[in-house]
């Protein structure tokens, strides 16, 4: 459906696309967006550089980032999750402003788990310097059987993080609200896998597990359609990009229904309503925001 929508933008809009899409030919291979920021070793290129490999062992993990920054548009991936016992293992997408004092980023962290048990997601989000957004769904298919596309969306008036057609996050622009939200920095686009058993699976209790090392998770289809900065001022605020349309300025009936149906039964932590972290109700979790 999303693309039929989209080829329909290209089919009636080329010219407008023409000047603020950033990538030509869709999926991109690796090396066209992305290089590697964190051992080069551990991270292996496969299919003609349309997919890699990621490897995490006692000497490494490693990461990769995106060329260029980007000030609103839609990224996605399609990731296959380390399989069998993932445990204390994290998996990270995401986009970072790279701004330590105003720090702006969308996360999509995959926390691995004991062989059966299920891959958690854990989401946050910071603007203008301020994260603590945790929010975690268990994914109700297994995640290393097969690839998934996740997504983050991000235009002038939300937020949205996908997990194949359902969005799991939503976090609207309510700055008529005085509540934060990112659009003054390009973010640039970063991968990571790395171990963090102090925390990642029921909260550190689970540790890692080496002689099921290496861990390698799998990733293709980039795809990355954003203003980039540096590139054309003008391109942020058109209203011509096809991510700023009407069909993506609020999630459809049916994606609300699917957001819905995650809330309901997959959602396992949301810090909206951790009273002991937050005893006041941060604003942006008010009802109707
Ligand atoms: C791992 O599995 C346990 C048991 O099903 C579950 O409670 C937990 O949320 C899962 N995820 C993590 C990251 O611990």
Redesign the pocket.
């Known amino acids: 459906m999303d693309m039929g929508l989209r080829n329909g933008f290209i089919f009636i809009f080329p010219c407008v696309l023409a000047l603020s899409v950033s990538v030509s030919g869709r999926p991109a291979t690796f090396l066209e967006d992305f290089r590697i920021t964190w051992s080069e070793s551990h991270i292996r290129k496969l299919d003609g550089g349309r997919a890699i490999q990621l490897v995490l062992d006692q000497n490494s993990g490693c990461g990769f980032a995106s060329k260029k920054q980007y000030l609103f548009g839609r990224v996605s991936m399609k990731i296959k999750l380390i399989p069998g016992d993932s ?1 204390g293992t994290v998996t990270a997408f995401y986009m970072n402003s790279d701004t330590d004092r105003v720090r702006d980023e969308l996360d999509f962290e995959f ?4 062989t059966g ?4 997601v ?1 989401t946050n989000i910071y603007a203008h310097g301020k994260g603590d957004r945790e929010q ?1 769904v ?1 994914l109700w298919f297994d995640a290393a059987a097969d690839f998934h596309t996740y997504t983050i969306m991000w235009n002038h008036h939300h937020i949205v993080f996908y997990v194949d057609e359902v969005p799991i996050r939503v976090y609207k622009n309510n700055e008529a609200r005085n509540i934060p939200y990112p659009k003054l920095q390009p973010m640039g686009v970063y991968s990571t896998l790395w171990e963090a058993d102090d925390w ?4 550190g209790l ?1 540790k890692i597990d080496w002689t099921k090392a290496p861990f390698l998770a799998y990733y293709k289809d980039f795809d990355i359609d954003g203003c980039p900065v540096p590139g054309p001022a003008s391109c942020a605020t058109s209203t011509g990009n096809w991510w700023e349309g009407t069909a993506y300025q609020a999630l459809n009936a049916m994606e609300a229904r699917r957001y819905r149906w995650v809330r309901m039964n997959h959602l ?1 932590y949301d810090y909206c309503t951790d009273k002991s972290r937050f005893p006041i109700i941060p604003p942006e979790c008010m009802a109707g925001i």
């Open positions: 445990a926390l691995g788990n004991r048990q299920p891959y958690t854990q975690r268990n990642a699976t029921r909260g689970e396992i």
